[in-house]
Antibody
Framework: EVQLVQSGAEVKKPGESLKISCKGS????????IGWVRQMPGKGLEWMGI????????RYSPSFQGQVTISADKSISTAYLQWSSLKASDTAMYYCARQRDGYIQDYWGQGTLVTVSS | EIVLTQSPATLSLSPGERATLSCRASQSVSSYLAWYQQKPGQAPRLLIYDASNRATGIPARFSGSGSGTDFTLTISSLEPEDFAVYYC?????????FGGGTKVEIK
C-alpha cells in the first residue's frame, strides 16, 4: 500500500527556521516525483514545487522560488520542505504528494499544519 | 503561467441531482487536466486525470470531459459524501497550477 506520512504540526515564531518531512512507503521512492502543496487557512491549493528523489532534480513554482527549499534523502525515503526564516504568512497546511506523468498527484500525505505566530 | 478559472464558485444542489463543474484554462493545456476532491480536514483526493480518466477506486458517477481550454467535471447523481470542494489542476511543461475551486454544498 502506497503511503506518505508527514511530520507533525509545528508552532514557530517569525524568523525561526523549520524543516518538515514526508516519508514514503509501499512503492519505489526513487522512481516518482514528490510534490509539495500549500493551503492557507480557508483558501485553495497552491503547487510549490517538486523533487525527484532518484537524482534530487528539483523544480520550484516561481511563486515559491527562493522562499523555501525542497530536498530528499533517498536512503530513508523521505522528502523535506524547509524555511530558513519563517513569516506569519507561512501559516498554512502543507501537503506532500506523489506525482507521476508530469502532474498527476495520486497519493497524498495527511498534511502538516505550520503556525507562525509571535 | 497558465491560469485556471473554475465556475461556479459555489454550487447548491440536493442529493440525487446532477452537478456540472467547469474549469477554463487561459491557454490550451491539451488533455493535461486533473480533478481533485477535498473534504473538510482531509487531504485532496485524485478523481480524474488526463481530462477524462477516472482514478483507481473512483465511482462511475464521476466523469470528466473536455480538451484544450474548456473542461467539465460531472457528478451524475450526488451522493451525501460528494458534498466537498473540487479543484482542477493542469501542467504546462513542469509548472503546475490549480484552479480556485468549486464548493458543492447541500441545498
Amino acid at each position: 500500500e502506497v503511503q506518505l506520512v508527514q511530520s507533525g504540526a509545528e508552532v514557530k515564531k517569525p524568523g525561526e527556521s523549520l524543516k518538515i518531512s514526508c516519508k514514503g512507503s509501499g512503492y519505489s521512492f526513487t522512481s516518482y516525483w514528490i510534490g509539495w502543496v500549500r493551503q492557507m487557512p480557508g483558501k485553495g491549493l497552491e503547487w510549490m514545487g517538486i523533487i525527484y528523489p532518484g537524482d534530487s532534480d528539483t523544480r520550484y513554482s516561481p511563486s515559491f522560488q527562493g522562499q523555501v527549499t525542497i530536498s530528499a534523502d533517498k536512503s530513508i525515503s523521505t522528502a523535506y520542505l524547509q524555511w530558513s526564516s519563517l513569516k506569519a504568512s507561512d501559516t498554512a497546511m502543507y501537503y506532500c504528494a506523489r506525482q507521476r506523468d508530469g502532474y498527476i498527484q495520486d497519493y497524498w500525505g495527511q498534511g502538516t499544519l505550520v503556525t507562525v505566530s509571535s | 503561467e497558465i491560469v485556471l478559472t473554475q465556475s461556479p464558485a459555489t454550487l447548491s444542489l440536493s442529493p440525487g441531482e446532477r452537478a456540472t463543474l467547469s474549469c477554463r484554462a487561459s491557454q490550451s493545456v491539451s488533455s493535461y487536466l486533473a480533478w481533485y476532491q477535498q473534504k473538510p480536514g482531509q487531504a485532496p483526493r485524485l478523481l480524474i486525470y488526463d481530462a477524462s480518466n477516472r482514478a483507481t477506486g473512483i465511482p462511475a458517477r464521476f466523469s470528466g470531459s473536455g480538451s484544450g481550454t474548456d473542461f467539465t467535471l460531472t457528478i451524475s447523481s450526488l451522493e451525501p459524501e460528494d458534498f466537498a470542494v473540487y479543484y482542477c489542476q493542469q501542467r504546462s511543461n513542469w509548472l503546475i497550477t490549480f484552479g480556485g475551486g468549486t464548493k458543492v454544498e447541500i441545498k
